[in-house]
C-alpha cells in the first residue's frame, strides 16, 4: 500500500512537471524568437532521414550536437510536422519531456544515495518547479537533452562506485556519449570521472576501467554524432574548426556583439546572483546552502557541481545554460535543506508555498502575447510608412505577422551600435539617425551592457545615457514587456533569461514628429 501510494505521488509530481513545461509552449506566436532555436529549426527542417548531415545541407558551421537533431526529425516525419513552422513545436514538446525525464532519473538517483523517501519526493517535486529548467523546456535547444543525458550517466556511475559492476560504468559511458551527442562542452567533466574510477575501483583495474570507459564514449559518440568524423575515428576537419570557434567565442578570443555583455561581469558572482535571483530563485538557493553541508556524503555529485560552477564561471561567456547540468544537483541540496528544518513545520510550509507561488509568478509570462509581438502589432497600428531603427544583431521589429504587418512595409535602418568608435561610423551614425523617425530598442541585448562600458563603447553609452534621460532627439512614447508576475522586474537578470521569451521592447519617437 505505502509502495502504491509513493507511485501515485511521483506519477503525479512528474504529470505536474511536464503541465508546467508544455504550458504556453508555442509562446512567442509562431515568431521564432530564439535565435539559437530558429537555427536549429533551419537545420532540421531541411535535412531528411535520408541525409542528417548538416553540412550537406550548406550549414558548416555546426557546434551543437546531432542527436537531437535526429530524434526531432523522426518525430516529426511520424507526425507528418516537418516545416519550419511546425517542426520546432516537435522539438519544444521533446524538450519538455526530457527535462522532466530528469525527474525520475533524480528519484532513483536519490533511492540510490539512501536519501529517505519524503525528502527524495520533496527533491523531484522542487525540481518541477524549478524556473529555469522549466523555462530552457520551452526551447527547442540542445540543452535539456544534453542533461537528461548527463544526469542517467551519473546515475550509472555512481551505481559503479557504489557496487563496483563493470556493467554500470560501460552503461555510464554509453550515456555519457549520448550527451555528447547532444553538445560537447559537457567533456570538460570527463577528468573527474577518470578520477573517481581510479580511486575506487580495485588496484588490478584501476588503469583498465578508465580506458573502458573512454572507449565506450567514443564509441557511443561515433554512432550518435557520426558527422563529427571523416572515417572509422578519425575527426573531421569542419567539426574541429566549429568547436574550436564556438570555444573561442566562449573565451572572447573570438569577438562577437553579444559578448559585449560580460565585460564587466565578476568572474563566480555572476552565475552565482542570476542562480539566485532567477534560475532557481532565493527560496530554494538559501535551501540549497542548508543542505550542501551533507555534501560529504556525495563527494562525486558535489565536485561535479563544484567543476561545472568553476569552470563556467570563469569564462568570459557566462550564459545561464551553461550552468544547468548542476541545476538536478543542486535541487538535491536543496531537498536536504528542506529536512533539515524538519523540527520547524510552519518554516518548511512556508518554503513550500512561497516557492509554488514564485513558479507560478513566472509562468505568467506564458499567459499573454509576447512583447515583440505586443509592439510590432503596435508599430503596424500607428507607424505606417515611418522609417523605423533596429539594431544590428537582434530581431527587427515589427515582425512578420501577416502581409499587412511585417517589416517590408517600412524602412528599416540598421543601427551598428557596438561599432560606432571609429569616427567615420560615428559620422555615418548620426547621418542614419536624421533619417530615423521611430527608434526601436526590442531587447537590451546592447542598450544595457554598452551604458555598463563606456570606456570601451563612449560613443555608444553617451547616446544610450542621453537616449534614456530624454537628452537626446528622441523621446519614449512607448514600452512593451511582460514581466514574470506582470509586475516582478527582472530588467537586471543575465540577457538570455529575458531577451527570448519576454524581452522588454522600447519605441522611440523623434521629438520633432
Known amino acids: 500500500m505505502k509502495n502504491k501510494k509513493i507511485l501515485f505521488i511521483l506519477i503525479s509530481i512528474i504529470v505536474f512537471a511536464l503541465v508546467l513545461r508544455i504550458f504556453g509552449l508555442n509562446w512567442d506566436q509562431n515568431q521564432h524568437l530564439h535565435p539559437d532555436e530558429r537555427f536549429l529549426t533551419m537545420i532540421v527542417s531541411d535535412i531528411s ?46 524538450s519538455s519531456i526530457f527535462d522532466t525525464g530528469i ?24 525540481y518541477a518547479l524549478s524556473i529555469f529548467p522549466i523555462q530552457l523546456s520551452h526551447f527547442f535547444t540542445v540543452d535539456t537533452f544534453t542533461v537528461f543525458f548527463t544526469v542517467l550517466s551519473i546515475y550509472f556511475f555512481v551505481k559503479f562506485i557504489k557496487f563496483k559492476k563493470l556493467e554500470n560504468l560501460i552503461l555510464s559511458a554509453i550515456i555519457f556519449g549520448l550527451a555528447l551527442s547532444c553538445k560537447t562542452s559537457i567533456i570538460t567533466t570527463t577528468p573527474l570521472f577518470l578520477i ?14 578508465p580506458l573502458f570507459f573512454l572507449t565506450f564514449i567514443f564509441i557511443s559518440f561515433r554512432i550518435f554524432q557520426p558527422f563529427a568524423f571523416d572515417g572509422l575515428i578519425s575527426f573531421s576537419p569542419k567539426f574541429i574548426q566549429s568547436i574550436d570557434i564556438a570555444h573561442k567565442m566562449i573565451t572572447g578570443e573570438y569577438q562577437y556583439p553579444p559578448n559585449i555583455q560580460w565585460f564587466s561581469t565578476i568572474p563566480l558572482l555572476h552565475p552565482l546572483v542570476n542562480i539566485f535571483f532567477f534560475g532557481l530563485g532565493p527560496l530554494l538557493t538559501i535551501l540549497i546552502f542548508i543542505g550542501i553541508r551533507r555534501s560529504a556524503k556525495f563527494h562525486f555529485i558535489f565536485l561535479f557541481v563544484i567543476l561545472i560552477f568553476f569552470y563556467q564561471g570563469t569564462q568570459l561567456a557566462k550564459y545561464m545554460r551553461y550552468f544547468y547540468p548542476i541545476y538536478p ?18 518554516i518548511q510550509k512556508i518554503f513550500l508555498i512561497l516557492i509554488i507561488i514564485n513558479t507560478l509568478l513566472f509562468l505568467v509570462i506564458y499567459t499573454q502575447p509576447h512583447s515583440r509581438v505586443q509592439a510590432s502589432k503596435w508599430i503596424c497600428q500607428n507607424l505606417s510608412n515611418q522609417t523605423l531603427s533596429y539594431e544590428y544583431w537582434d530581431d527587427p521589429l515589427p515582425l512578420n505577422l501577416s502581409s499587412q504587418c511585417n517589416s517590408n512595409n517600412f524602412n528599416l535602418v540598421k543601427l551598428a551600435m557596438f561599432d560606432i568608435e571609429n569616427q567615420d561610423n560615428f ?25 555598463q562600458n563606456p570606456d570601451k563603447y563612449p560613443n555608444a553609452a553617451k547616446f544610450y545615457k542621453n537616449l534614456f534621460s530624454g537628452q537626446s532627439e528622441f523621446k519614449l ?25 519576454h524581452p522588454k521592447v522600447f519605441i522611440f519617437a523623434k521629438k520633432s514628429i
Open 49 to 94: 532521414l535520408t541525409d542528417l548531415n548538416p553540412a550537406n545541407y550548406g550549414y558548416d558551421f555546426y557546434a551543437y550536437g546531432t542527436f537531437p537533431l535526429f530524434i526531432t526529425k523522426l518525430f516529426g516525419t511520424i507526425f507528418s510536422l516537418n516545416s519550419y513552422d511546425q517542426i520546432f513545436l516537435v522539438g519544444r514538446v521533446l
Open 103 to 126: 525527474i525520475l532519473i533524480l528519484y532513483f538517483l536519490c533511492n540510490l544515495l539512501k536519501i529517505k523517501t519524503k525528502t527524495n519526493l520533496i527533491i523531484c517535486f522542487f
Open 196 to 209: 573517481f574510477i581510479f580511486l575506487k575501483s580495485n588496484k588490478h583495474h584501476r588503469l583498465l576501467n
Open 329 to 346: 544537483f543542486l535541487i538535491i541540496f536543496a531537498g536536504l535543506g528542506l529536512e533539515k528544518l524538519a523540527q520547524k513545520k510552519l
Open 427 to 451: 559620422s555615418s551614425f548620426v547621418g542614419d539617425l536624421r533619417n530615423i523617425d521611430y527608434l526601436i530598442l526590442s531587447s537590451n541585448r546592447f542598450w544595457r551592457p554598452i551604458s
Open 477 to 501: 512614447i512607448k514600452t512593451f514587456h511582460s514581466y514574470p508576475g506582470v509586475y516582478l522586474k527582472d530588467d537586471f537578470a543575465e540577457e538570455s533569461f529575458t531577451v527570448y521569451d
